[in-house]
């Protein structure tokens, strides 16, 4: 079914208070998108950023797709 099948997503659970759970539903709603995409697209950044990968230009970020 999948080419690569490491790249299977599995449910993992995010522990959010009220606060930030607003937050991330509200981004989602104003993105058009499912907020499992805003988490993964926030917690790959953020680890890109930390880990100093540059993948500027390689994909797309939800972001540029509502633009």
Do not use: C, F, H
Request: net charge negative.
């Amino acid at each position: 079914m999948y080419q690569d099948p490491k790249r299977v997503r599995t449910k993992k659970t995010v522990y959010l208070d009220q606060y930030e759970e607003g937050v991330i539903i509200a981004l989602a709603n104003y993105l058009g998108v499912p907020k499992a995409e805003v988490m993964r697209e926030m917690m790959m950044k953020e680890a890109r950023e930390v880990l100093g990968v540059d993948l500027a230009g390689l994909t797309p970020s939800i972001t540029d797709q509502a633009s």
